[in-house]
């Protein structure tokens, strides 16, 4: 009975593997992570117009452009055009690559969190508060997601 099976190596996971599908490539590259730091692209102009306001306001927030010898792994698309505003680090198509300390930007998801919850507070004291005795209204906080078969 042993005789009629194939040997182990026929059966590996590469002859079994489906063909991967084509999808676009990336319009912009992905930087090799670091630890300790988050990468983001920033907006540094719009419709070819150089856009300072939100240049500014992203580094005041903490972000740092990254410099283009320090990830050479993007060095292959650089933006060749003559107003490119950071020279020396990595910007395509009016974006620039920077990076922030992680905890940096945990501290701001949390601070954004916080702002989020006070007005969805705020909004549904404001709802309920036109709630009466006889005719309550309702609320519902939760949410639930079904998988199976649905109705017929």
């Known amino acids: 009975m042993a005789d009629n099976r194939l040997a182990r190596d ?50 005041r927030e903490g972000w740092e452009p990254v410099k283009a010898s320090d990830h050479p792994e993007l060095q292959h698309t650089p933006d060749g055009s003559l107003n490119a505003r950071f020279k020396d680090n990595v910007e395509i198509g009016g974006l620039v690559l920077c990076k922030a300390p992680s905890e940096t930007m945990l501290q701001r998801d949390a601070y954004y969190a916080k702002q989020t919850n006070a007005q969805m507070e705020a909004v549904d004291n404001n709802y309920m508060r036109q709630s009466d005795a006889r005719m309550p209204l309702f609320s519902e906080k939760r949410s639930s997601t079904t998988f199976g078969r649905g109705t017929k």
């Open 10 to 59: 026929m059966g590996t996971r590469e002859i079994a593997q489906r063909p991967q599908a084509w999808k676009p490539p990336e319009t912009l590259p992905t930087p090799a992570p670091q630890a300790g730091w988050v990468f983001r692209w920033v907006r540094t102009s719009l419709l070819g117009q150089f856009d300072p306001t939100n240049t500014s306001a992203k580094f």
